[in-house]
């Protein structure tokens, strides 16, 4: 499938590479098909991903690997409510945090409250609310003392 992309221009995926977000994302309820996609060449493994709509080529959320900016990171959630992305095996489990990169980059944030959790063996994901109430959703990467 080709899809339009706000960064890369016009590219080819195939259909295992799209997640489907029953609910949508939280403000983009009727957007639900996205892609990953990442800004390197090569083996790098890059700090920041870009989450892309496969239906809206203006739509791409910068995503981080929880695990770069908290290496306990870990949330709560109610098992029900991962349901519907079906029986995630540990090496299917992919959790990302969207990020907000504003004109001051030193204010990049994360939001560690509302993580993306995804099933790559079902290619199904669901944002959710995390229990953790230490979490928050503007999580500065660079802390100023």
């Not at 994302?25 to 996205?34: A, I, N, R």
């Not at 199904?124 to 503007?138: F, H, L, P, R, T």
Request: some cysteine.
């Amino acid at each position: 499938m080709k899809v339009k992309t706000r960064y890369f221009g016009e590219i080819e995926i195939g259909d295992e590479k799209i997640i489907h977000f029953d609910e949508g994302l939280f403000g983009f309820e009727e957007y639900k098909d996205f892609t990953i996609l990442y800004d390197v060449e090569g083996d790098e493994d890059p700090f920041f991903s870009w989450l892309q709509c496969t239906t809206e080529q203006g739509l791409a959320f910068p995503v981080v690997n929880p695990q770069k900016v908290d290496p306990g990171y870990n949330p709560l959630v109610e098992d029900a409510l991962l349901e519907s992305i079906g029986e995630i095996k540990e090496d299917d489990l992919v959790v990302l945090l969207m990020a907000t990169v504003p004109s001051d980059v030193k204010k990049t944030s994360v939001n560690k409250k509302a993580p993306l959790i995804i099933n790559a063996g079902t290619h199904k994901g669901i944002q959710i609310v995390a229990e953790n109430q230490d979490y928050e959703v503007k999580f500065y990467l660079i802390q100023e003392d």
